[in-house]
């Protein structure tokens, strides 16, 4: 069919070459019978030996193998998404009518009230309405230790309920839940085309054009010199059969399977094999500061009182006063008390003044919460606390003053803090010859404490979102292959952008259309296991086309007969694709190696 269309590929040689042994197998068929009717044992004993069935049966045998490996080895790299189906449960506890009922899992619908007790599989995505639990998220985001969850906190659907019994509300379903994605996300990245891939069929295309007239050439010139039909005929189906790319056919495609499988199984999710391949060449990484280098929301980082005045005491007065307002700030300081146990009273009279802190009446006493600048108005003095405030401030840390009418009680620095492995990643980065790029809509003093705690090579400050698709581009400008990592929201026209945009920490918010790669944990090693594994893939790809190419470089003129005059070298048809088939085996064999691939964060 493709040779019909003018479109001939590696099958093409196959088939003429199998064509060719069966036509003329029947051709000697049919002189071995005229030489019977004829009494001519010459020509019978002649064509005996030439009948060719047996080539081209081994022929089609091994290439049947060569093809069964192919589909076992895509088999082995879709193993990883087989055993995440098997954790999603095939039935539900559902509330229906204030009664619990079991239904298969493809009758809930959203807004469904579920039941989830200890040891079970969570059904679907959704919210805890009532009680806590420790959820295993390990098959989804290869997180080793189980997250605490409360109510209001999200839960993925296929993830292990350890231990409490609480009730959710159904928010994703069917194709729509964190599971489903997954799997379609690593089957289309494993179905497309990476450049190299793309590279590897334009080759192809002109390669079985060539190798056929090569094949044509060689039995006219054997004939040309006096030999047999027969001998020109079996060089001829030689050079198709061991000519094959069948090992370049499997180079690419084979490797991508396998290196999008071993992704999902550490919670990176490529999209595409383009998005594979390119990460590797990525020479700029832009972060974003909130929610990818920092934890995204404030934490008390240090408290200093003044003098007869306990941390103890003050964080239970401060935690009192910021109770009743919404401020992120105000819930850093509220949760740090809730970390220590401490019990505190509710105000009795509340007051926020924006843009500065707040006024409280608590036990008929004044207290007063807030910045320098509101503290002075308040007549409080700060003469002996004010320089260690503007050293938290140069830290990136938000100084708050809390005092009892004008008498001073002491500051609680409040800051975004940096992931536990931001660090090590950014270190990752920087050895693997990658520069590392912040940008940030907080202020240059915030961002440059965090640039050099981190030893950031170039931060911009008080980027508005709709600005850092713009940095991207002058970036690129300048020569750069640029990754950028955001959470997917408002970094949504930067990721864009970006060669290779990565979604970090996306959890159950996984389809991010703006994203090449997403990421399950938010996690900047990550990052560096996904650039390590593109480097790994890649070079497993270059390795499969080299020894590809070598097979057939070495193989054409053995099977041509170039060596038979001088040295009396001959390749049968059979052994030709027996070394085909088995350049086949070799290559898979090298891409499922990629199986073994283990991510390498500590290269001290």
Not at 218 to 231: D, K, M, N, R
Request: aromatic residues 6%.
């Amino acid at each position: 069919k493709t040779l019909w269309h003018r479109s001939p590929n590696m099958d093409s040689l196959i088939a003429i070459g199998s064509s060719a042994a069966i036509l003329y197998g029947l051709f000697a068929i049919y002189r071995i019978g005229y030489g019977l009717g004829h009494s001519d044992t010459e020509m019978v004993k002649h064509y005996l030996h030439d009948l060719y069935f047996e080539s081209a049966g081994t022929i089609l045998t091994l290439i049947t193998l060569g093809k069964y490996l192919e589909a076992r080895s895509k088999g082995r790299t879709s193993e990883a998404i087989a055993k995440l189906l098997d954790l999603a449960p095939k039935t539900a506890s559902v509330l229906r009518d204030g009664n619990e009922i079991e239904l298969p899992i493809d009758e809930v619908v959203l807004e469904d009230i579920l039941i989830v007790r200890p040891g079970q599989s969570i059904p679907v995505d959704g919210v805890i309405m009532e009680g806590s639990s420790a959820v295993d998220q390990a098959a989804l985001t290869g997180e080793s230790i189980p997250v605490e969850k409360h109510v209001g906190d999200k839960v993925i659907g296929a993830t292990m309920n350890k231990s409490g019994y609480f009730k959710m509300k159904a928010e994703k379903v069917g194709d729509d839940t964190t599971l489903a994605q997954i799997v379609r996300l690593v089957e289309e990245a494993g179905s497309s085309k990476a450049p190299i891939s793309k590279l590897a069929d334009r080759i192809s295309g002109v390669f079985v054009p060539v190798v056929i007239g090569i094949a044509i050439l060689a039995a006219v010139i054997w004939l040309l010199l006096g030999y047999s039909f027969e001998f020109a005929l079996s060089i001829g189906i030689a050079v198709l059969v061991i000519s094959c790319p069948c090992a370049l056919g499997l180079a690419t495609p084979v490797a991508i399977m396998v290196g999008t499988g071993k992704g999902a199984q550490n919670g990176i999710l490529f999209k595409s094999a383009e998005s594979l391949e390119l990460l590797h060449q990525i020479k700029t990484i832009v972060l974003d500061k909130t929610g990818t280098i920092t934890e995204g929301k404030p934490k008390v980082t240090d408290v200093m009182t003044a003098k007869g005045i306990t941390e103890e005491v003050l964080l239970q007065i401060a935690a009192a006063i910021e109770k009743p307002s919404e401020h992120p700030l105000s819930e850093a300081i509220v949760q740090k008390a809730a970390e220590l146990e401490l019990s505190y009273p509710e105000v009795d009279e509340f007051q926020a003044v924006s843009g500065r802190g707040i006024i409280a009446q608590l036990s008929s006493r004044e207290y007063i919460a807030g910045n320098a600048q509101f503290m002075r108005e308040k007549q409080v003095d700060l003469t002996e606390y004010e320089s260690k405030a503007k050293n938290y401030a140069m830290e990136g840390k938000t100084p708050l003053f809390f005092a009892e009418a004008t008498k001073l009680l002491g500051i609680i620095a409040v800051a975004d803090v940096v992931k536990a492995s931001s660090p090590e990643a950014i270190k990752s980065f920087q050895r693997l010859g990658i520069d590392v790029v912040m940008l940030t809509g907080d202020n240059k003093q915030t961002a440059t404490a965090i640039q050099k705690e981190l030893s950031i090579d170039k931060v911009v400050a008080e980027v508005l979102p709709q600005d850092k698709e713009s940095e991207i581009r002058k970036l690129q400008e300048g020569g750069h292959k640029v990754a950028m990592i955001g959470d997917g929201i408002n970094d949504a026209p930067a990721l864009v952008r970006a060669d290779v945009g990565i979604a970090i920490g996306a959890g159950t918010d996984i389809a991010i259309e703006s994203a090449d790669v997403v990421l399950m944990k938010s996690d900047l090693q990550d990052v560096v296991t996904a650039i390590q594994l593109s480097k790994a893939t890649l070079r497993n790809i270059k390795q499969n086309l080299f020894w590809a190419f070598f097979y057939n470089i070495m193989g054409i003129p053995l099977a041509a007969g170039v060596f038979y005059l001088a040295l009396g070298w001959k390749l049968s048809p059979m052994f030709g694709a027996a070394a085909m088939s088995l350049s086949s085996v070799f290559v898979v064999t090298n891409a499922l190696r990629l199986r073994f691939f283990q991510a390498k964060h500590d290269m001290n």
